[in-house]
């Protein structure tokens, strides 16, 4: 029989930094972050006197909590609560998600482990896959030092999912929470670690601060064998002046590795392949530049996939970076008739949980499985890389989505851990379905249906693609429009022009966008000719309604394509006939004009689309063939695909790839 060991799952934290807009991601209740201080103890001992009065003994008197009362954080895993007080850790960060390690791990009971002090009532709670709150036990402690409490609770309830937590109310004196963890009993004693991936283009700034956070992580970095940067950018992380002392923090265990752009596939294809080839880590834990990270996560990925009933992704959801109490994404899934990227069922997008907190949003309380995790955060076992390969060469978009579906057929399931999160520039800040990213998106789309769809040609996909693309055109982006039908051109190619194209296709789309007035950017509206209209809007409508359903939309679409058949003149063309603000962009408004100023997603710079009836005809006959072709062509060009995968896949095909992207320093 292995040797039992008590194993910790899910340490209770508070904020690593004094940032109040995430404080309800940790403590539900008044918090306040308490003064900075190195000795906690001491820390704990004045807030005691303050709040307590001249007695720090057991007669001192109760009093009941104001409104002006506040916990306060004295440390990364300590919190201090006033007398008459009560916190809650019914939190994303500190609730422990009971449904997760019930339906994924080889844990049947959690224990419950706090160390406080003061005079305190622990209620424990727990939830149903429903939303239902139930009061589990309570505890109560009246001690001067620090002592240790214990509670076993059963996993076998949370089927559906669920979570379990505790609040502290100060019913007597204040009470100092010093510790808690949510613990378990197992004969898997071995502690798996990982290399911790980061694929880095042209962000300094960024990349050398998250290393500098994950310098001061403590003992999160015990199971972290080595932080690899694959920096592929011409502006060097290395060379950023905060760079050494981030590297001396971390003692050793980082490595920068150079080499030509081959995007967030090829960087992390390449942290995979170094991390199978180093031989020392059970994991590769691949994370994006752009990121602040909460560290914890790093733990509880690998803890949970040490304990997973077999070997499985595990990823860590995205807050939003800009809004930082904001669950941006939870869980994603392909939804396979539109073969298109979808929240996971029963699940929201952008969920502010300092106005909805975890107590009060029952789908939060649901399990959610999901097809996917982006790579924004992912921890893959090297047992699967082994199996499975290395990501497609796709450059951006729908490697991570291809690699989890790829893992999911192979027998690997992923999960999206709550509890592991960082925080990431939201979907709404990126121009990311118009810019020059519009071409993979269409491109690696095809090919991970052609590799996956149950559906005959795609189900829907081809004609929602065609949808699309006419869209763009009669909105008079033009440069969006071309990419998609080159993406679609390239797709019909076959895998052969994969591994090819990662090292040039870049140097391409840029030439391409530079022959489009729509894709050429300036800094401020005073940079193009001011907005006149020769004729004013008809019965002084300016703006068009949006259409109310599928016939009106149907309809404003056929006036749009019949809008291409009248000229355009020279006035449109000298002057833009509105401002489109980028809340506005949509293709039946933008159809309404013939030439508009229309901002990007980040608010940083404008562009002016002129309507050309020419191109715009040029593109609806191509864009007709070129579906009508891959649909006729989808069964052959599948397998194809399918045929390739394991050499598109495999380390070998990567180190050619690798080899042709080498730059000299």
Avoid at 204 to 215: D, I, R
Avoid at 272 to 294: C, F, K, N, P
Avoid at 396 to 401: C, E, P, V, Y
Wanted: proline content about 6%; overall charge neutral; hydrophobic content about 40%.
């Amino acid at each position: 029989m292995p040797e039992e060991k008590l194993r910790v799952l899910h340490r209770v934290v508070m904020p690593g930094e004094r940032d109040f807009d995430v404080l309800k991601l940790y403590v539900d209740g008044n918090a306040v972050f308490g003064r900075r201080t190195s000795d906690l103890k001491s820390a704990a001992e004045r807030v005691l006197a303050e709040q307590d009065g001249d007695s720090a003994g057991a007669t001192a008197p109760f009093r009941p909590a104001s409104k002006d009362d506040s916990a306060e954080i004295i440390g990364r895993r300590s919190i201090v609560v006033p007398s008459g007080a009560r916190v809650s850790f019914c939190s994303y960060f500190n609730a422990f998600p009971a449904g997760y390690w019930r339906r994924w791990s080889t844990i049947e009971n959690v224990r419950l482990r706090l160390r406080a002090r003061g005079e305190a009532t622990i209620l424990i709670y727990r939830s149903t896959g429903k939303g239902h709150l139930e009061r589990v036990k309570s505890l109560h402690i009246a001690s001067d030092t620090s002592v240790e409490e214990t509670v076993d609770l059963p996993l076998a309830p949370f089927i559906d999912g669920g979570w379990y937590w505790f609040d502290i109310v100060a019913d007597g004196r204040t009470a100092v929470l010093d510790s808690a963890d949510w613990c378990a009993v197992t004969p898997r004693t071995v502690q798996g670690t990982a290399t911790l991936g980061i694929t880095t283009f042209n962000r300094p700034k960024f990349c050398v601060e998250q290393l500098t956070a994950l310098a001061a992580a403590g003992d999160v970095l015990d199971v972290v064998d080595e932080i690899l940067v694959v920096d592929q950018g011409t502006d060097r992380v290395e060379d950023h002046p905060d760079f050494p002392a981030a590297a001396a923090a971390l003692g050793g265990r980082l490595r920068v590795i150079d080499q030509a752009n081959l995007g967030g596939s090829g960087g992390f294809s390449r942290v995979m392949h170094e991390t199978v080839q180093q031989g020392r880590s059970a994991y590769a834990l691949l994370l994006d530049d752009d990121v602040i990270l909460e560290p914890e996560g790093i733990l509880r990925t690998v803890t949970f996939a040490d304990l997973a009933r077999g070997p499985m992704l595990i990823g860590g959801h995205m807050l939003d970076l800009y809004n930082r109490s904001v669950l941006h994404v939870f869980g994603e899934t392909v939804a396979r008739y539109r073969w298109w990227m979808t929240p996971a069922p029963h699940t929201e997008l952008s969920h502010d949980l300092a106005a909805h907190p975890l107590r009060h949003t029952p789908w939060l309380h649901r399990r959610a499985d999901v097809d996917y995790n982006a790579w924004w955060m992912c921890l893959i076992p090297v047992e699967v890389i082994q199996k499975i390969g290395l990501s497609l060469p796709f450059f951006i978009k729908w490697d991570d989505i291809e690699y989890g579906l790829r893992a999911k057929a192979a027998g690997y399931p992923t999960v999206s851990l709550p509890g592991a999160a960082v925080w990431h520039v939201p979907w709404h800040s990126k121009d990311v379905m118009t810019d020059w990213q519009a071409y993979f998106t269409e491109r690696n789309r095809i090919v991970t249906a052609l590799l996956y769809s149950p559906y005959e040609r795609g189900g829907n996909m081809l004609k929602e693609s065609l949808f699309i693309t006419i869209k763009h055109a009669l909105a008079m982006q033009y440069s969006t429009a071309e990419l998609m039908l080159l993406a679609i051109e390239d797709a019909l190619k076959g895998p052969e022009d994969l591994h090819p194209s990662i090292v040039t296709k870049m140097s391409e789309l840029r030439e391409l966008r530079a022959g489009f007035v729509d894709a050429q950017a300036k800094p401020d509206l005073d940079d193009f000719p001011t907005v006149r209209r020769r004729k004013p809007p008809r019965k002084g409508r300016d703006v068009a309604a949006p259409p109310k359903n599928r016939r009106a939309m149907f309809q404003t679409a056929i006036l749009g394509a019949m809008r291409q058949v009248k000229p355009v003149g020279s006035f449109p063309k000298t002057y833009p006939e509105a401002v489109v603000p980028h809340v506005d962009q949509t293709w039946w408004l933008l159809t309404k004009y013939n030439s508009a100023l229309v901002s990007s997603a980040d608010g940083t710079k404008v562009s002016w689309y002129q309507r050309d009836p020419r191109r715009f005809w040029s593109l609806i006959r191509r864009a007709s063939a070129l579906h009508a072709r891959l649909g006729k062509d989808w069964p052959a060009l599948s397998r194809r695909y399918r045929d390739a995968l394991p050499q598109l896949t495999s380390r070998e095909e990567w180190l050619e790839t690798f080899g042709k992207a080498r730059r000299q320093r």
